[in-house]
Each structure stands twice: as C-alpha cells, then as structure tokens.
C-alpha cells in the first residue's frame, strides 16, 4: 500500500465510522517500532506506522487507523482526545479502535547495535543507539565505558 491508497483508506474509514470527512494528510513513518501511528496536534496530520501496510496486517492497520481518528476527530471537535477522556474511551469503543498497538514482534526485532564495556568492572552494554562515552559511565561502579562492537 503506497501513501495515495493509505490516504484513500483513512478518508474512507472517516466516513463510514465517524461520519465525518478526514481533511488532512496520512504520512508512512518507517522509524516506529513500538507505536502504530500518531496524531499530530499542531498541523492535525496523522503519522502511520509503515511496518502496518503489509496486506497482512489488514485488520491492526484498520485498529490503528480508528484510533488515531478518534483523536482527531475529538480534538478538532474540542472534546476530550486523551486516552484518559471519557469522550476518547467512549467514541473508541464504538468505532472499534484498536487500544493498544497491536504486538507484530517490532520491539523484540530492535538490534543493538552498539556494545560498550565498562573498563573497570568490564560490565557490558548493548545499546540500539551510540552513546556518548564522555557523558555515561559505567551503572554499576562509574568507570569509563569504551565501545567493544559495532554493528553498523
Ligand atoms: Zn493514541
Ligand atoms: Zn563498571
């Protein structure tokens, strides 16, 4: 599914859940991991998880989609779009939002990428991102952390 079929899809489930028309733009975001999209406040875009649009993944990525709506549609309406509203809860469950973001085994794919070790206790790290050597020390005895392996 490309950026026109998804923004194509997002309108359609507007009309027919919420009876209202979707008048701003759906962007694919491939760096999600461990959320299925996001709705914007400021310019009221919604971002949508790309490892969802595999045909696969039909049924979550409509879950996802009507979650992210009810948001939208309750903050542009001035009512509660939190997850803690009453208005959010309620317009959720009768539109048939997905609550959580459905688990596809994104989190546990996360490669750390980088290995420190501590030069005194020679406690080891694997981190998914670099970490600043001069700033972190070691949790355990605050020895300097120097970079063993990298990955990428
Ligand atoms: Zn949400
Ligand atoms: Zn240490």
Do not use: W
Not at 8 to 29: A, D, G, T
Not at 144 to 152: G, M, Q, T
Request: glycine share 8%.
């Amino acid at each position: 599914m490309n950026q026109t079929e998804l923004q194509k899809l997002v309108e359609e489930i507007s009309l027919k859940y919420f009876y209202l028309p979707f008048r701003h733009e759906v962007k694919i975001n491939n760096r999600m991991t461990t959320t299925g999209g996001r709705y914007f406040l400021n310019d009221h875009h919604i971002d949508i998880n790309g490892h969802f649009l595999d045909e696969k993944y039909r049924s979550d990525l409509v879950g996802i989609i009507k979650h992210e709506l009810t948001h939208y549609h309750l903050h542009l309406a001035g009512l509660g779009y939190q997850h803690r509203n009453r208005d959010f809860k309620n317009l959720l469950a009768r539109v048939g939002g997905s609550r959580y973001t459905p688990d596809i085994g994104l989190r546990r794919r996360q490669v750390k990428n980088y290995l420190y070790e501590c030069e005194d206790c020679h406690f080891q790290y694997p981190r998914v991102r670099k970490v600043n050597t001069r700033k972190y020390r070691c949790g355990r005895c605050g020895g300097r952390l120097k970079l063993v392996r990298r990955n990428k």
